[in-house]
């Protein structure tokens, strides 16, 4: 035997070759693995920026309304009549400052909410409720007639009644209809 066999050499050669095969077998199936992990991953960032655009969304809708309310209830507290002819107006001129609260930018420079409606309804007077009911066209409200002695019992009332009592039915009818619409 002279030439000695090298068995540390043989082994390590033959795990070398084992590793090199196995690496190579098992290669294919780490790059499908990464290739499904980066579409998952993908698939993952397009949900939540979606969900993000969406909460967006939600919260620019949110906030309009909150706005809107706003406007409305302090054109509502200052007696405007006419709230969304007044709301279309103003709702261009009113913005959310940087702390949150609601400003209205005009000539004047920013003011809060309150005092720039405050003031547009000082020079707009005709979206506030008339000070003088009537107006052109409008004839003078009749007079009711006074009470009828003798209540009236719809029962009574029929077909058959003289013109008398029909009358004397319209007047009653008439007398409470006013009282009613002048809130007495």
Same mark, same amino acid.
């Given at each position: ?97 940087? !702390? ?52 009236? !019992? ?31």
């Amino acid at each position: 035997m002279s030439e000695s066999i090298n068995v540390h050499g043989i082994v390590q050669q033959a795990i070398e070759e084992y590793m090199r095969q196995d690496t190579a077998r098992r290669e294919p199936a780490y790059k499908t693995e990464l290739q499904e992990e980066r579409r998952r991953r993908e698939t993952l960032e397009k949900r939540v920026n979606e969900l993000v655009e969406e909460n967006k969304r939600s919260r620019d809708v949110a906030e309009e309304a909150q706005r809107s309310s706003s406007i409305r209830s302090e054109l509502q507290r200052l007696g405007v009549n006419k709230v969304d002819l007044a709301y279309k107006a103003v709702q261009d001129a009113v913005v959310r400052g940087d !702390d949150g609260r609601l400003l209205a930018r005009s000539e004047a420079g920013e003011q809060n909410l309150s005092d720039f409606l405050s003031s547009f309804v000082r020079e707009n007077p005709e979206f506030l409720p008339a000070r003088i009911a009537g107006g052109a066209g409008i004839h003078g409200s009749q007079k009711a007639p006074a009470p009828i002695s003798g209540a009236i !019992d719809l029962d009574q009332i029929g077909p058959s009644m003289s013109k008398e009592e029909l009358e004397r039915v319209r007047q009653e009818i008439l007398r409470v209809a006013t009282q009613t619409l002048r809130g007495a």
